[in-house]
């Protein structure tokens, strides 16, 4: 029941791209039909959310968690205050969409993370996601369990090599 | 907190519509730019989630609840267990989507509803959905509470009419 | 077929607010059960999709165009570039969302609003949005056709008037 | 351009299954977080969503094809006109997803898919799907393109074989 790492451990890595400590993470999205409005792009909205749910196969990735999981488990919130995006190039089926994510910065109870989008080596979009580590049930801040906070520390001295 | 009749009772009825006990009752939806695809219309899998969203506010109309509610504070569930539905004419942004739904059927842990989708009094699909009531946390099967079963007895004897 | 004004004027304005040029234009969203996560809170990349759903009401109104009506009848296109969001507090199904639309900066080409969720009389999330003009089949960027320019120029005004 | 195949072969085997004739194709799908609501569980509508990715999946396994190429490239749509849809036991994010997809029946200009989605070898929904074969502008109804029509014989004699 509390295990979703393994279960699932073949869904993080769908590629099968091989993520070292030295390379960003990148998480693979197939883009579809049914993303796309009439202008035959991907409707705006589902940009923020494909960033969204990078962060959480990030996460995943460099702490073996998703949000069901430290929600539900462990009473582990990790709601999102601030983003930015800046929509470079439209997004469309023809490429997959590879999410590069790393850690942009490490704050005592906040993260924030820096997604770039890219479609056939093309950067289609970057932003940059802020979230707050909170319990779950009484929405207040707290600080980040020690395995994340350690996953944390890995993933900031990898991306401080990459920046 | 608990009262979500009043607050949203605006919302429940956004085109001042009338639905008095011999008419069936109609929500009307938006549809949008975003919610089509290349093809300029309205990508399939919306369609069964316009459905059920007219169904749930066939339940604040009716019984003055919506799920959010009969869930968090009352702990009652309604999940769907089956749904059919026939896509007879393109759904688009060019008219307001009229969704009519009318109590099918009542049995006495479940409650199946038909909605039929006109647009430009064209009729766009139609289809039927079953729910069960359930203990929310338990997800086992239980009877509806007094106040919904009496607005179940009451809708149907007015689509008894209609039908 | 290119009148989308008339048909569905009922559904800009679906709470029978009155938007006088002096006060902001409010978009109401009902959100539902299905918009919340296990959490029981609006899924955070619903935040951007309301917010770009309130700017397409704003240009309803404002201009009495919808972006079906403008990429298809007109090939008028007007892409998202950049967006930024503050989440302030969470959304849920408890109150209406008002999302109040104004204009906040408008370019030769380019277009800015700022957009404030508020439920119940609590700002929820704050963002801004800019939007470019272009043709919409080549994807080049354009000016704005005259009536598009003429409600921009009256909503600066107004919204002059409000900052 | 009109290659999509090479290009996203990858995504179409993601989990490393093998697909031979004689087994069913399944497609995994992750669920979220994003995708349950407030009891826990993904919310109704997204069910027929998935399985209708699972039978755009399904197409690419197949024919090497995808919705976008087919309807923008080729001007072939396929628009869905009849679906059901059993409920069985609750998805959540705990499992992978395997949507099996079958071919049901092949009509002259209609195509019917059976989906049965599992998550831990439970049996959590199954459907029926029927699309039709369309000329994507006109909106009016074809018969399959030979290679399409190729595809299906060969997949009706594979899934002759399971039945």
Known sequence: MSK??????TAADPAGRESSPET?????????WGDCDPA????TPNIPAWAVEAIEAWWEHHAGVDWYHTNIDRNLGMPFVHMTLDLRAPVTPRHMLQCEVVLARRGRSSVT??????????????GSFTAVFTDAKEMTPRLPPADLL???EKAESCSGANT
Do not use: D, M, W
């Open 40 to 43: 035959a792009i991907a409707y």
């Open 4 to 9: 979703p790492t393994e279960v699932l451990k």
């Open 150 to 152: 350690s996953a944390l």
């Open 24 to 32: 960003p993470f990148v998480h693979p999205i197939r883009v579809r």
């Open 113 to 126: 993370h820096r997604v770039q989008g890219y479609q056939n080596e093309i950067l289609c979009f970057e």
